[in-house]
């Protein structure tokens, strides 16, 4: 099962818009990661964040986590269109399996 | 430094018969995960195998099983397939069994007729 959702399932922007993705999460987690997968192929790391962080930057990505919550966002500033592909979120519980589970992805389309 | 590759990278089957995909871990990496991955879903965890041992598994029934080799690469076989088992299946492989990044490899996209 999947562990959240995220939101909003799709985004349109315009290339040099800012996109945000939000996630919500169940579980008590270790760490969070987001991931990003071109057109049904793998999946490739952007960015982890850790239970006691509440932000982190890494060049154009920027995420949040707020735990009281159980919810994060990622924010890509300056879009592309080479950034159009789907977005997922994953968690690492605190406990328990040594998994990542993900939530159901945001599907972001860059405009030229 | 090889990253994660798996083999093939398409496969049709019919219901019933039994299927094994294969993952080549990144150099160094001794955990391999595998996930199934519906279309327009997120994926879902299989199992994970460490150092050749099965090191947990989720909501899956026995029918899917696997191996890790010495070197680290791994299978998943899948028996007695159902329509429902069309997805793409993705490995991942870490260093370590710590839940950091893990670095996925392109996939198999599975077709069950």
């Known amino acids: 099962s999947q562990q959240g959702e995220e939101d909003p399932q799709a985004l349109s ?4 818009e ?18 990003r997968q071109n057109s049904g192929r793998g999946l490739v790391h952007l960015i982890l964040i850790r239970s006691n962080e ?12 707020d735990t009281s919550k159980k919810s994060s966002s990622l924010l890509i500033t300056a879009s592309r269109a080479a ?6 979120c994953a968690t690492v519980s605190d406990t328990g399996r040594r998994a990542l589970t ?3 992805g945001t599907r972001l389309q860059v405009q030229p | 430094e090889t990253g994660v590759t798996q083999s093939p990278t398409h496969l049709i089957k019919t219901r019933g018969q039994q299927v094994t995909l294969r993952c080549s871990s990144q150099s160094g990496h001794n955990t391999v995960s595998w996930y199934q991955q519906a279309l327009g879903q997120g994926p879902q965890f299989i199992f ?16 899917f099983s696997g191996l890790q080799f010495p070197n680290y690469s791994s299978e998943l076989n ?8 069309s997805a793409l299946y993705l490995c991942a492989s870490s260093p370590g069994l710590a839940v950091n990044e893990q670095f996925f490899g392109p996939g198999t996209r599975l077709t069950v007729l």
């Open chain 1, 102 to 104: 993900f939530g159901s």
């Open chain 1, 13 to 16: 922007i315009q290339e040099g």
């Open chain 2, 78 to 85: 899948v028996n007695a397939l159902e329509l429902d088992d």
């Open chain 2, 48 to 63: 994970q195998y460490y150092r050749e041992e099965e090191n947990g598994r989720g909501n899956f029934p026995p029918r």
């Open chain 1, 83 to 88: 950034d159009t592909a789907s977005y997922f």
């Open chain 1, 54 to 65: 509440r932000e982190k930057h890494s060049g154009r990505l920027r995420v949040t986590l």
């Open chain 1, 18 to 35: 800012n996109a945000t993705m939000n996630c919500s999460y169940k579980t008590s987690i270790n760490n969070l990661q987001w991931y």
